[in-house]
Structures are given as structure tokens and as C-alpha cells.
């Protein structure tokens, strides 16, 4: 903590009156006090690269023509005064102060001052972040290559969030920051930390009076992706619609017919999940002839949402079809897809075992049931440290479950739906998961000639995890379909 030169009292935060500790700051050179005001945006327990802090405080401070030297100059000061924490690294150094300085320098800045470093600091994160959010949003596809720097960035943008709140801030540029966290949300999706990604969608998208339409379309679009995502199909379609709404708005006689086109293939999606499988015939329907016109050469996403929809349909070799339509849009093949080891491909093996399952190849489908669980471990595995893929993993273990319910292997089920429960624990966004495996792992110990009461012990610890799943679309049912609509089954 701060040395002993810097008295602690008691500020109250203007808009509650709860009281936050802060510290008494000694006079400072103007230039040490420029390089603590700049780290005062940035999150205390994250460190941040020194290129970084200095691009901050050049945009901060235009005026000053900081040199070098008088950065780390100012560093060292700041080292000296126990003012701030820094590392060494082979090439560079990163630097952060503490919330308690960072609370006293926020709580005496001017609104003025205040909402200037705010957007400052937003425009420097936001040049720091790769910027293919568009793109992935547009096509579900998940941009596993840029996680390592947006999880550098990713706790900057969560604190700014939360100094926005604590001195309301409201000067803000909201198209810079709503785009800011919109790509931090895209992160987070592909992260599977769902909950954390619909946050920070809604914030972006509470200012959507001042933003652009398309970039408010785009944000209601990630917001359904995600509400798939969590198995809440209802809401999800409202979030589509809104975004198809405002695309109209904007472009009312001559309408961008590929984003609308993609739109249709979300809400066929949505429509499949309430088993609505008519409904979402009619919106591929609609979409795809609008497909071929404007988005021939990106047809791969279209034909495998069409092989979801005609599985769910009773139609496996229609679904093989598009499959084979999806891949050839890739300019890849079934063989390549089946000997290939991609983790981005572990989708399309998943679905072709599901494929190969309801057309009686039950050997074949659990070879890539497995496979697929390879596929996306090796996702986690290849992000140091960070967890990614859980969500996805345990789909891959449910479909090797059921399979193995349905061909009255009982003991081996157990032990597919038990990872399940393992993978799940701790994990929020996987309530669903969890529960719908409990509720099956009772249906498998029954079975397997368990008691009534270790059955029941089961039930009841698949209804506790279904109170935990937040935002639950239906009333809640003790059926094995009741449970089965916990956890979203075009999650691929």
C-alpha cells in the first residue's frame, strides 16, 4: 500500500453517501501527477504496459510534449513514494497505483476532467483491442486468435465500467464506448462467460438513442447470440427482431438484404429451440435466396444452419446435404472434416455425429462424439491457462451420454453425464448443464438399480441447480423435456 507520506481519511461518494476510503496525496511535480492521474483509469490489480500508459497520458495531456526520460522519470518517483506497482520485463515494464490513490485523485478531478479521461482512456483501450467484432458477430464465428490480447485488455474495460457508475460519469462518447463494449461482449461470448457478456451488452446498448443504428443493431444482434446461448430462445428472437427493426429504419427502401438474410438464419435458430421447426423453415425460407444474391461467397454459416434445422426435422440425410454444401462453401470436404484436428471444426464434427446417429451409424457417431471433446479441449488447452470450451465440452460429453442411455449402456452414461456435473460446477452460466445431466443421472441410477432415496437425492439436486439457472423461458417441469430445455441444444 502507499507509504506513510499519504494520510488516509474518509470521502463519501456524492450520489449514496457510502463512505470510501481514500488517501491524502502529498504535492507532487506536475508531471508525476500527470502519470498518476493517467493510471487512475486503469484497473488497480491489472498492470499495464508502460506503451500503453504512455499513449494514455499524451492523449490526456496533448499540450505537455512529454518526453520519454520524463516518463520514467516520473515512474520513478512514483516507485520512490510507494505510489505505484511495477514489473520488469525482459523488453518492457508495466505499471498500476492503487484503488485507494486512484479514488482520491477521481473523487477531486472536475466533471469536466473527469469525463475527458474517461473517453481518453476508452479511445486507447479501443485501438488496443482487435477489431474483427463485426465480422464475427455477423457469421457466429469465434476469433480464437485474438484472446490473448483481449484478455490484456478486458479488466480495463470492466473498471471503466464501474467508474462510470461510481461518479455518473455522463459526458460520454457513446459510440466509442457502446463499440468498446460490444467487442469486449464478443470476447466474452466466445469465452463462455455469458452472464459477463449480456452485462456488457446492455450497458452499450442503454445509450442506443445516441448511437448509430447499425451499431445498435449489431449490439442487439450479440445480445441474441448470447440469450441463445443461455437457452433462452424467446428472448433471443425479441433481440433479433429489435436489430431487424432498426436495420429497416435505417436503410427503408434499399435495405442491406445480406445482414437482414442473417438475421432470418439467428431467428430460424431461436425458432428451432421452441420446437417451432415450421417457423423456422419459413425464415430460411426467406433467407436464403437472399444469400445466394448478396452473400454468395459466405455461404458456409447459411448451409449449416439449414443441416441443424433439417436434423431437428427428422431429415439426417437433407442435413448431411447442406453439411456437405457448408464445407464445399469452405472449399474443405467430409473426409478432410473427419481426419482434420482444427478446434474451429469441432462444430461441424459434433453435428455430423449427431447426423450420423439419427441414420443408425452409432459407431461412427461416437468416434466423433469423442473427437469433438478432443477438438475443444485442445482449445483450452491452447490459451494459457485461461478456460475456454467447458461449455461446449460438456455438450459433447451430454451427446455421448444420451447416446449411450439409448443403446442401454447405463454404466458408461453415468460416467459421460457425471463429467457433466464436474465441468459444470462453479459455473453460472452452466446451471442448465448441470441440471439437466442430474436429471438424467437419476433416470440412469434408477436404472442401474439404485434406491429410491439415492433417485431422489439426484432430482432434487437437478431442481436446486434449475432454481439457480437464471432467466428460465418455461415453467418449470419435472420431465425429462422440462429439463432437456434447460441448456440449449443448437449450441454447437
Given amino acids: 500500500m502507499p507509504s506513510n507520506d499519504m494520510r488516509p481519511h474518509i470521502a463519501r461518494e456524492a450520489d449514496n453517501g457510502a463512505a470510501v476510503a481514500t488517501w491524502e496525496i502529498p504535492e507532487l511535480p506536475l508531471s508525476v501527477m500527470r502519470t498518476l ?22 492523449a490526456l495531456f496533448p499540450s505537455e510534449n512529454m518526453e520519454m526520460f520524463e516518463f520514467f522519470k516520473s515512474v520513478d518517483h512514483l516507485d520512490g513514494l510507494s505510489l505505484a506497482k511495477i514489473s520488469y520485463h525482459r523488453y518492457s515494464m508495466s ?147 429489435n436489430a431487424l427493426h432498426l436495420v429497416l429504419e435505417l436503410h ?28 423456422a423453415f419459413q425464415a430460411l425460407q426467406w433467407a436464403m435466396p437472399i444469400h445466394r444474391t448478396h452473400n454468395s461467397d459466405r455461404m458456409a454459416h447459411p448451409h449449416f444452419v439449414r443441416a441443424m434445422v433439417y436434423l431437428r426435422s427428422g431429415n439426417p440425410s437433407r442435413a448431411l446435404e447442406e453439411l456437405s454444401d457448408s464445407w464445399a462453401s469452405r472449399g474443405t470436404t467430409q473426409e478432410e472434416i473427419e481426419a482434420g484436428s482444427d478446434p474451429e471444426r469441432s462444430s461441424d464434427v459434433l453435428l455430423l455425429a449427431k447426423i450420423y446417429w439419427a441414420q443408425g451409424k452409432s459407431e461412427e457417431a461416437e468416434a466423433l462424439a469423442r473427437k469433438s471433446i478432443c477438438m475443444r479441449k485442445a482449445i483450452a488447452l491452447s490459451t494459457r491457462g485461461e478456460v475456454r470450451g467447458r461449455m461446449r465440452v460438456a455438450e459433447s460429453n451430454f451427446m455421448l451420454g444420451l ?9 458408461s452414461a453415468e460416467g459421460f453425464l457425471q463429467r457433466v456435473v464436474k465441468e459444470s460446477r462453479g459455473y453460472s452460466d452452466m446451471g442448465g448443464h448441470m441440471a439437466r445431466s442430474l436429471w438424467l443421472l437419476a433416470n440412469v441410477a434408477s436404472c442401474n438399480g439404485s434406491t429410491e432415496k439415492e433417485v431422489e437425492t439426484l432430482r432434487k439436486r437437478a431442481r436446486v441447480e ?14 425429462d423435456e422440462g429439463f432437456m430445455r434447460l441448456a440449449s441444444q443448437v449450441l454447437l
Wanted: glycine share 4%.
Fill in 403 to 411: 447416446m449411450h442411455i439409448e443403446e442401454g449402456k447405463m454404466s
Fill in 95 to 241: 505499471l498500476s497505483t492503487y484503488q485507494a490513490v486512484q479514488d482520491s485523485l477521481l473523487y477531486k478531478l472536475p466533471g469536466a476532467s473527469l469525463s475527458h479521461g474517461f473517453n481518453t482512456t476508452v479511445k486507447i483501450l479501443s485501438s488496443s483491442f482487435p477489431n474483427i467484432w463485426q465480422d464475427m458477430i455477423s457469421y457466429n464465428c469465434r476469433g480464437y486468435s485474438s484472446w490473448e490480447s483481449c484478455s490484456v485488455v478486458l479488466p480495463h474495460i470492466n473498471y471503466l465500467t464501474e467508474i462510470k457508475e461510481r461518479h455518473n460519469i455522463t459526458s460520454v462518447d457513446a459510440a466509442t464506448w457502446a463499440e468498446l463494449l460490444f467487442r469486449a461482449a464478443t470476447h466474452l461470448w466466445e469465452a463462455e462467460q455469458l452472464h459477463s457478456a449480456m452485462r456488457l451488452v446492455l450497458l452499450g446498448t442503454e445509450t442506443s438513442l445516441d448511437l448509430p443504428v447499425m451499431l445498435a443493431a449489431q449490439g442487439h444482434r450479440l445480445l441474441g447470440h448470447i440469450l441463445l446461448d443461455l437457452a433462452r430462445p424467446r428472448d433471443a428472437v425479441l433481440s433479433y427482431t
Fill in 466 to 479: 434449475r432454481s439457480r439457472t437464471r432467466g428460465r423461458e418455461w415453467e418449470d417441469e419435472d420431465t
Fill in 252 to 279: 427503408p427502401t434499399d435495405p442491406p438484404c445480406g445482414v437482414i438474410a442473417q438475421i432470418l438464419d439467428s431467428i430460424a435458430l431461436c425458432l428451432l429451440e421452441v420446437g417451432d421447426v415450421a417457423g
Fill in 37 to 58: 492521474t493517467t493510471l487512475a483509469f486503469f484497473h488497480p490489480d491489472s498492470e499495464v504496459l508502460e506503451s500503453l500508459v504512455m499513449d494514455a497520458e499524451s
